[in-house]
T-cell receptor, first 111, second 113 residues
């Protein structure tokens, strides 16, 4: 079973601030993903990575950016947070067995 | 493009009753299928997965799902609901080697005492 961590779990921040949501996994998985999920709603893929120095945009357009400098680390950055960015952000990783393992999520509120 | 449909965004059952959550997928090739559960303010936890072995798949917490190719369905069942089963359930499908998942819209299961 994969161990995947996200920090912070909850974040309340003012408009215009730069934020970075952290995601780390300890299982050496090559593939990692970021999803955005509004309360009670479906998940939307916003970024994914197949390995170090590989990042791609997902199905849902997002103003966030990601980086993958180390296998275990896949941070997501918002340069200037806006109220429309208020949502839950879920990080996941996977290996050859197809299923994705999810972190606990970061609930972001932009005021 | 692949898609997953979960019929019923909300399902309510009494404690001890049968749980049936429906999932249909669109595909011309056999997919990999998954059910995930999400408790409030948490990430998704894998309940079970279908990977073209046995058509009846048993998962955690007493849940199971049956893959029916003729019906393109992968419904999730549990014989007897428990209060702790109240959560959001997501069906997902994977078609490619990149392990990309397409999720259904989710079904909120409510369990009445």
């Amino acid at each position: 079973e994969a161990d995947i961590y996200q920090t912070p779990r909850y974040l309340v921040i003012g408009t215009g601030k730069k934020i970075t949501l952290e995601c780390s996994q300890t299982m050496g998985h090559d593939k990692m993903y970021w999803y955005q999920q509004d309360p009670g709603m479906e998940l939307h893929l916003i970024h994914y990575s197949y390995g170090v120095n590989s990042t791609e945009k997902g199905d849902l357009s997002s103003e966030s950016t990601v980086s993958r400098i180390r296998t275990e680390h896949f941070p997501l950055t918002l340069e200037s947070a806006r109220p429309s960015h208020t949502s839950q952000y879920l990080c996941a990783s996977s290996e050859s067995t197809r299923e994705q393992y999810f972190g606990p999520g970061t609930r972001l509120t932009v005021t | 493009a692949q898609s997953v449909t979960q019929l019923g965004s909300h399902v309510s059952v009494s404690e001890g009753a049968l749980v049936l959550l429906r999932c249909n997928y669109s595909s011309s090739v056999p997919p990999y299928l998954f059910w995930y559960v999400q408790y409030p303010n948490q990430g998704l936890q894998l309940l079970l997965k279908y990977t073209s072995a046995a058509t009846l798949v048993k998962g955690i917490n007493g849940f199971e799902a049956e893959f029916k190719k003729s019906e393109t369905s992968f419904h999730l069942t549990k014989p007897s609901a428990h209060m702790s089963d109240a959560a959001e359930y997501f069906c997902a499908v994977s078609y490619n080697a990149g392990n990309m998942l397409t999720f259904g819209g989710g079904t909120r299961l409510m369990v009445k005492p």
